[in-house]
């Protein structure tokens, strides 16, 4: 959390303002995509350079990652009266922040929204993961023989997570040159959502969130049109039903 807060800090200093958003989508997929491609590429290197191998390159990554910092050069922030008063002890800087948001109505206000959001996707996922791994992980471990459950499971996460890279470059473009552009002021879409999500800077992204949303329903209802998937549980044998091999 505290060097995600450092490199917005350092992005708010180094990118002009109408370059924000590229760049926020930009770190979006430099951390997501390590999570999709690192393990699957470990798990390739490993019987080849061992254990030894793979901390070797760590080390080297790391170093790189400093150097980069070294090289780098990041404007320091002019001072500001809200700055000299914010300084003193590490309690009174730390308390900073929230007096700053809580005199600021606009940003506690948006502060909130991102709470309550937060709190009810927590709420749900607690019971949702439970809910999906016994109706999902349970199918897999009983019809995938447990010799090859490694191997069928590397790909199984693989082809789960391969949207996380995926994804920004997908909607990145579409919201800057697409959405966005069309759902401001006399765009070519306004007419059609701009009652539901209404006009000007984030009303695309409102609209494409809205989209994936319907989205997204529309594939968990539409799975259970097909048999294959809905009878996954019937059609394929426990793996202890299947003949061993000779």
């Keep these: 959390m505290v060097h995600l807060c450092l490199i917005s800090t350092a992005i708010t200093l180094m990118v002009p303002k109408k370059q924000y958003g590229r760049a926020n989508g ?3 997929l430099v ?37 980069a910092l070294l090289v780098v050069h990041i ?30 109505p606009s940003l506690l206000g948006l ?4 709470l309550d959001g937060n709190l009810m996707a927590g709420l749900g996922f607690v019971v949702m993961a439970p809910m999906i791994l016994s ?13 090859v459950q490694g191997r069928v499971f590397t790909a199984r996460g693989l082809i789960a997570w391969i949207t996380q890279p ?32 209404g006009t000007g800077p984030g009303a695309g ?7 994936t949303g319907i989205l997204g329903a529309l594939v968990g209802l539409g799975s259970y049109a097909f048999p294959v998937v809905r009878n ?7 793996h202890q039903a299947a003949p061993a091999a000779e």
């Design 111 to 114: 502060q909130l929204v991102f």
């Design 232 to 238: 996954a549980e019937d059609i394929l044998p426990d």
């Design 31 to 67: 951390e997501s995509r390590p999570g999709v491609f690192a393990p699957l590429l470990a798990g390739a290197l490993l019987p080849l350079i061992r254990l030894t191998g793979i901390m070797l390159i760590d080390v080297v990554t790391f170093v790189l990652a400093i150097g």
């Design 166 to 197: 995926i994804s920004p470059l997908i909607a990145g473009p579409l919201a800057d040159l697409v959405l966005e552009p069309a759902m401001r002021q006399g765009g070519g879409l306004t007419g059609t959502f701009g009652r539901l999500v």
């Design 75 to 104: 404007p320091q922030p002019p001072v500001t009266e809200e700055g000299r008063q914010g300084q003193g002890n590490l309690l009174r800087e730390a308390a900073y922040g929230f007096q700053y948001i809580f005199k600021r």
């Design 26 to 28: 930009m770190m979006s």
């Design 205 to 211: 992204m409102a609209l494409w969130l809205m989209l």
């Design 135 to 147: 109706s999902n992980q349970a199918i897999w471990q009983a019809k995938v023989a447990p010799d």
